[in-house]
């Protein structure tokens, strides 16, 4: 395995992303990394401070201030802020609502793209996110970008959050989904889209399973240059 493997795994919500990128991150013994986390993890910090969302220099102020730190470690995923273990706290369907407004501040992007970009200098990451192989890892060895229907995605989010103690209907999760992809590919700055050399897959009607198989076709483990 070459050490200096990087995979940058992008797409919408709902998509799996996270599912299938912590397993290809164990069966490749590479390090899993969830961009997603961080902006939430500001979003968390700006809702408990009661910062304005329409405030771009109060979140870009948190942005560059806030104390997170990462941990994966076969399969499993954790995100700290200040020390607190705040992993399940920043999935709360608050946080959802809100985390876009503050994702599309370019000086919390800057700050968290050159954070992300840290992570991946030694190589041998697995990176979710949405800007990972246009913006963050523009060299990554392989890139994918992966989509579902949006009825597929709110039905895993449906899903996942009921896992959580979450009840939220269908029709609310397509609703809040649907906009957050749109603010998502419309914002100025580093905007969700599909990497000119990013493989597309379909994951509507795929297992976690078979999208890996699909991935690993792609990885090629000696010749990467991220
Ligand atoms: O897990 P889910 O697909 O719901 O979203 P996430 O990966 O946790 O990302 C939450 C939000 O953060 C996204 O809707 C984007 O607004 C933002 N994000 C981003 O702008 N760039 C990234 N690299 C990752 C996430």
Do not use: C, W
């Not at 560059?64 to 273990?85: M, P, Y």
């Not at 705040?86 to 999935?91: C, G, K, N």
């Not at 078979?210 to 240059?225: F, L, S």
Request: charged share 20%; no cysteine.
């Amino acid at each position: 395995m070459n050490p200096k493997l990087n995979i940058a795994i992008d797409g919408p919500a709902g998509a799996g992303k996270s599912t299938v990128a912590k397993q290809l991150a164990r069966r490749l013994k590479l390090t899993y990394v969830d961009t997603g986390s961080m902006y939430r993890a500001v979003t968390l910090q700006a809702l408990r401070s009661n910062t304005d969302f329409n405030n771009a220099d109060a979140l870009a102020q948190l942005a560059v201030k806030i104390k997170i730190a990462l941990f994966s470690g076969d399969g499993d995923f954790r995100i700290t802020l200040d020390g607190e273990d705040i992993t399940q706290a920043i999935r709360s369907p608050e946080v959802s609502r809100q985390v876009s407004l503050v994702a599309k501040v370019p000086a919390v992007r800057t700050n968290m793209v050159h954070r992300q970009q840290l992570m991946a200098v030694a190589g041998g990451t697995v990176m979710d996110g949405r800007d990972i192989g246009t913006r963050v890892l523009p060299n990554a060895g392989a890139k994918f970008f992966l989509t579902a229907t949006i009825e597929a995605r709110a039905a895993r989010r449906k899903l996942d959050l009921s896992q959580q103690g979450y009840q939220v209907s269908l029709a609310a999760l397509i609703t809040e989904i649907a906009a957050r992809d749109a603010q998502d590919q419309n914002r100025a700055v580093d905007p969700l889209v599909p990497a000119a050399d990013a493989i597309t897959i379909d994951s509507t009607n795929l297992t976690a399973g078979q999208v890996i198989k699909q991935m690993e076709k792609h990885i090629n483990v000696t010749g990467n240059d991220a």
